[in-house]
């Protein structure tokens, strides 16, 4: 059984232009131990989808799931006080700015020891003592002394690993990192990454990695949902996935890789930008860019449908070959 | 042939307050011995991390500061000689590309005033020639001619940095420092912007110097690359030498580090542990042995010097056996 079941998750904004679908018609499933990426650029709703499913949306926000459960509880008419005991616990989160993220005012210890607090009920020495070790566990010397730090005294990766050691905290079945290591240095986020994957190695947890940087999914991610301007377009094992990207947007946005093009003249590009709330064109999303466009796409919006391993949303899916069928 | 921008052993120190009323102020060496020279439509890459000294390098560059020790040449001639007579005249020749292009245009000008703004200042040409300046370098950077009279917000991220490339070519300049161009950039978008900044330097046989940190877009770009660490320039040379076979420890890690999609680009992960010492404090010796994998007692106590070693210049004691690794 799967942990996190999703089937056709909508958000919507109710703005003074109208309403703006910021994701439309996601489906995820997400198994114990599994390392699921979601890849997209800006404004392609994949932090929003993750923050419906932790309810850290705004009120402003509609959001509509034909089923969201995690591990078979409902999370769409859980009440809050249920919904905030999962999460923290089960499901927990690390953002994308660790600077921002932590409080400035509460030592670093106070901070993790709230969650330890809150879900667990430790009294003061127990927090104390899995504070420590939770600050060892994610790399931090000298945890002890640590624990007496303020934010401004570490630095963005040390804060990134307090970060997760809050997260971890109580032993979560889900992580979702959202942009763990935008803000980081490469050397840093190589080991924030390796962090990562060894943690949900040894716990057995599953990880929801949410990255624009393709990189990263590569190295990491077992399966990858790709997400264009709200939609999901693509889901596919990763080695798959990097090998034959079926979405012709997967297909173009690998193409765009600089380490792709390394023989090449030029970068191959994807002409035009990301439709925004106003100018999203009817039928498929990704028509006005597309190179294999045909009449169909324009005129109604592809269904996501399963052909084989794949999970697509696409009438005319690129082949092995790079040609559109 | 006159190198079109030329730095001799550039050196840029600030003065820093201490901790504490009393304290002695600390001198902080941001760029601490740094010497290049690139000719007409190359491209030279610095690299490195966060407080590494390469923004300073780009301010030196463009004349906003003048260096503690050391000379810059533009197109042979030394902008600091004389008293600074020359800078209003040379810095038109050297124009700087900002990262974040949200920050970089000021919001309350049209986009035509901000493209005329350098002309207006440092030449003499009428108001319609102008317009029609601007007008073509829209185009040439992929923007329409009436796009002249909207204002910074009202384009996307990517347009707004070709905003900004089109403003730093209006003088015609010889050399262009694009600071982190694309780091603020969704992948497809990078490409454009990548692609515009290829086709313009061949254009105008720009010498374009290429701060970044993204080592997959350097790859692309660079001719020549300089490694930055702490202020000091730890490896410099032919970028295609350099990423063949990388000989300082910390050049290799950071290509380590780099994720890469296509597996066989993939190298082995040199880890590097801990953080980025402060560049307030940094270790004696080389500035890289807390962190160096290959680590001996001189490396603490002696810094290398920069030499001529495998076709490059490497500054580091056991650079044979980081090439052999």
Redesign the interface.
């Known amino acids: 059984m799967s942990l996190l079941e999703i089937r056709n998750l909508s958000v919507e904004f109710e703005t003074v232009k109208g309403t703006f679908r910021a994701v439309d018609g996601v489906d995820l499933s997400i198994g114990e131990n599994d390392i699921l990426s979601i890849v997209g650029e800006s404004g392609s709703g994949k932090s929003v989808s993750m923050l419906a499913v932790m309810g850290l949306l705004p009120w402003t926000a509609n959001v509509t799931a034909d089923k969201m459960e995690f591990e078979g509880r409902n999370l769409l008419t859980l009440s809050s006080k249920e919904r905030r005991k999962i999460i923290g616990q089960d499901i927990s989160m690390i953002f994308q700015e660790p600077m921002s993220s932590l409080n400035p005012c509460f030592t670093v210890g106070f901070q993790i020891g709230e969650t330890l607090k809150e879900h667990l009920g430790l009294d003061r020495n127990a927090r104390k003592k899995r504070a420590i070790e939770l600050l060892d566990l994610v790399g931090i010397p000298a945890p002890e002394e640590r624990l007496k730090a303020f934010p401004h005294q570490l630095s963005g990766g040390m804060s990134q690993r307090v970060m997760i050691a809050m997260a971890i905290a109580c032993n979560p079945k889900l992580l979702v990192a959202d942009e763990p290591t935008t803000a980081l240095d490469v050397t840093i986020q190589a080991q924030i990454i390796d962090l990562l994957v060894n943690l949900q190695n040894e716990k057995g947890m599953a990880l929801v990695l949410i990255t624009h940087d393709m990189g990263v999914v590569a190295e990491t991610a077992k399966r990858v949902v790709v997400m264009y301007a709200g939609q999901q377009v693509e889901q596919q094992e990763a080695n798959g996935l990097f090998a034959t990207p079926h979405h012709p947007y997967t297909h173009a946005l690998l193409d765009a890789l600089p380490e792709r093009s390394l023989g090449l003249d030029r970068l191959p590009t994807i002409e035009g930008i990301v439709p925004g709330a106003g100018d999203r064109p009817d039928g498929c999303l990704f028509s006005p860019r597309c190179k294999y466009v045909q009449d169909d796409c324009r005129a109604s919006v592809p269904p996501l449908e399963n052909i084989s391993d794949t999970t697509l949303r696409c009438f005319h899916p690129v082949d092995l070959e790079g040609q559109a069928t | 042939m006159t190198a079109a921008i030329e730095g001799h052993e550039l050196k840029r120190y600030y003065q820093v307050k201490g901790e504490g009323f009393f304290a002695k102020p600390t001198i902080l060496k941001a760029v601490d011995g740094a010497s290049f020279s690139l000719e007409s439509g190359k491209t030279l890459a610095i690299v490195g991390?966060?407080g590494c000294g390469k923004s300073t390098l780009a301010r030196l560059a463009t004349m906003i500061e003048k260096p503690t020790e050391g000379n810059i040449f533009i197109s042979g001639a030394d902008p600091h000689a004389h008293g600074g007579a020359e800078i209003p005249r040379l810095r038109q020749d050297v124009q700087i590309i900002f990262q974040n292009p949200y920050g970089s245009l000021n919001p309350r000008k049209k986009v035509g005033v901000i493209l005329e703004e350098p002309v207006i200042i440092n030449q003499n040409v009428s108001a319609a020639d102008r317009r029609r300046l601007a007008e073509t370098m829209l185009d040439k950077v992929g923007l329409r001619p009436e796009h002249y009279d909207r204002y910074p917000h009202m384009f996307?991220?990517?347009?707004r940095q070709r905003i900004a490339i089109a403003r730093a070519l209006m003088l015609k300049p010889k050399v262009l420092i694009a600071d982190e161009p694309v780091s603020a950039l969704?992948?497809?978008?990078?490409?454009?912007v990548?692609?515009i900044l290829?086709?313009l330097q061949e254009e105008m046989n720009l010498a374009l110097v290429f701060i970044s940190?993204?080592?997959?877009?350097v790859?692309?770009?660079a001719d020549q690359i300089m490694v930055m660490y702490l202020g000091k320039v730890v490896e410099q040379g032919e970028a295609s030498t350099i990423f063949a076979n990388p000989a300082h420890p910390y050049t290799q890690?950071?290509l380590?580090?780099?994720?890469?999609?296509?597996?066989k680009?993939?190298r082995e992960?040199v880890?590097?542990t801990g953080?980025?010492p402060s560049p307030l404090n940094p270790p004696p010796g080389c500035p890289f042995h807390t962190r160096c994998r290959f680590v001996q007692d001189i490396c603490s106590s002696t810094a290398p010097p920069l030499e001529t070693k495998f076709e490059r210049l490497v500054a580091c004691h056991f650079a044979e056996a980081a090439v052999e690794s």
């Open positions: 991390e966060s996307s991220g990517g347009q969704d992948i497809s978008i990078q490409a454009q990548l692609n290829m086709d940190h993204d080592l997959s877009v790859r692309r770009i890690a950071l380590g580090a780099t994720p890469a999609v296509d597996p680009l993939r992960r880890k590097l953080e980025l």
